[in-house]
């Protein structure tokens, strides 16, 4: 049953932020067709469908890939209705919490492929056809490395502090190509932080708000500024 791999969370964000778009035929959701996904940069998986995530392993290649175009997907397609970063305000299923394994996978599918209809009303789209398996699955990846509920509730304060240093650094027009020694120990604590992130799944591996604003110090000229904002933004949404 559905009711065993799912559980129900509160938004941390209005989930009305982002539009989903959906066919006519899904009652309270407009008329606009669902949004293509682009996966280029993941490999074509042929026309039947896997049985589990083939992107699951942090360790692949492609697992960052699959986020970035899983993210995408999500927030065009689904944001509506599960929420703004996955954080359903109770309306639909909370995905977070869908486990990492092949009966988690199963259920995905079989909704995302078929969709859900209620009574004689449509209310979810069968996504399979129209945005194909390499969608699928990188939006099941970006879900399952979502940060279990309260995951950051112990890094907050090293995080904001960490933000203000950066923030100011990047206020003060700094470059930061110049200042890698100070962004290092920085960089290096909330990759420290990342790796004790909890998924809400059970997945390996969370994509937090640490690794993001980790990757983004890359040296670059904006990179203090966007390290800074990331983790503005991601710090506002685990409230």
């Known amino acids: 049953m559905i009711a065993t791999h799912v559980r129900y969370g509160f938004a941390a964000l209005l989930a009305a932020a982002l539009l989903w778009s959906h066919p006519d035929t899904v009652d309270a959701h407009g008329d606009v067709a669902p949004q293509a996904v682009d996966t280029s940069g993941l490999p074509e998986l042929g026309d039947e ?45 909370d995905l977070r919490f869908l486990e990492a394994n092949l009966d988690g996978d199963e259920w995905y599918l ?31 990846t970006y879900l399952e490395t979502r940060p279990d509920e309260g995951a950051l509730d ?58 993001s604003a980790a990757a983004l110090l890359n040296g670059s000229q904006e990179s203090l500024k966007n390290a800074a904002e990331t983790l503005t933004i991601g710090l506002s949404a685990a409230k």
């Open 49 to 93: 469908w896997l049985e589990e995530n083939p992107w699951r392993d942090p360790e692949s290649d492609l697992w960052a890939r699959a986020i970035e175009v899983g993210a995408s997907g999500y927030n065009q397609n689904c944001a509506r209705c599960h929420g703004l970063g996955a954080v359903s305000g109770g309306l639909a299923p």
């Open 154 to 211: 112990d890094h907050v304060a090293t995080l904001k502090d960490i933000r203000d240093k950066l923030q100011s650094m990047a206020t003060a027009g700094t470059k930061a190509s110049e200042v890698e020694s100070d962004i290092a120990p920085l960089r290096d604590k909330m990759t420290e932080i990342a790796t004790q992130i909890e998924t809400a799944s059970g997945a390996p591996r969370a994509d937090s708000v640490a690794s």
């Open 110 to 140: 079989e909704r995302y492929q078929n969709g859900y209809t209620q009574n004689g009303t449509t209310k979810m789209p069968a996504f399979g056809e129209l945005l194909g398996q390499e969608a699928a699955w990188a939006i099941r």
